[in-house]
């Protein structure tokens, strides 16, 4: 056989062997393409956005609140939704008025300040009870967002990963969309200590 056949014999090899021993193992273990179809995430997120999701997180970290996250609706596991995590285990959360605020598992009281929302009704009202291995997930486009305020907590266990990179629309290409940190600033009222938390925007991507 020529030169040229083994060398391209040889790549070709060396092509499927690298599909198959890091390629694949990625795509189902690490990592994974999901595209949004909805608008529950508006502003932050459009109908259409192609997003990749890290799988692999999770299992060294605890999901954390303003993480932007997928997974398996609890009443159908064959639909996945894309939502904020909000509530963590074993806190309160309490929405008055378009206005959420977390009793935390120690005790705190933490009023969110949430500008990358769409407000919902002024007059809508709930206190949910989170109990351990619970999340609080609610849409940024908080009118028309099916999440934890219509069907409950979401199990720890259909949470699939944080999304950490969006690649379509090419003008928002960027990793962490949706990304926020909450700063506490605490204020005293009386004998009540309560935290305002504001998320700070993410990093500027070059």
């Not at 790549?11 to 179809?37: G, N």
């Not at 690649?167 to 949706?178: A, M």
Request: proline share 11%; no cysteine; net charge negative.
């Amino acid at each position: 056989m020529p030169d040229t056949g083994k060398g391209l014999l040889k790549d070709l090899f060396t092509l499927v062997f690298l599909i198959i021993v890091v390629v694949i193992p990625i795509r189902l273990f690490v990592v994974s393409p999901f595209v949004v179809d909805g608008e529950s995430m508006h502003p932050t997120f459009g109908n259409l956005d192609y997003l990749i999701v890290d799988e692999f997180l999770y299992n060294f970290k605890a999901p954390e609140r303003g993480d932007v996250i997928v997974f398996r609706y609890p009443k159908n596991p064959s639909i996945f939704y894309i939502k904020r995590i909000i509530g963590l285990p074993g806190e309160t959360v309490s929405i008055h008025r378009g206005v959420v605020t977390i009793r935390t598992a120690s005790g705190d009281t933490l009023v969110l300040s949430e500008p990358y929302i769409v407000n919902e009704d002024a007059t809508y009202t709930k206190d949910v009870s989170l109990n351990p291995e619970e999340y609080f997930v609610m849409g940024d486009n908080r009118p028309n967002s099916s999440d934890s305020r219509v069907w409950g907590p979401l199990p720890k266990k259909d949470i699939i990963g944080r999304v950490d990179l969006r690649l379509l629309p090419i003008s928002l290409i960027g990793f962490f969309p949706g990304a926020t940190s909450y700063i506490p600033a605490p204020k005293t009222y009386g004998e009540t200590t309560t935290t305002m938390v504001s998320p700070l925007p993410p990093p500027a991507m070059p």
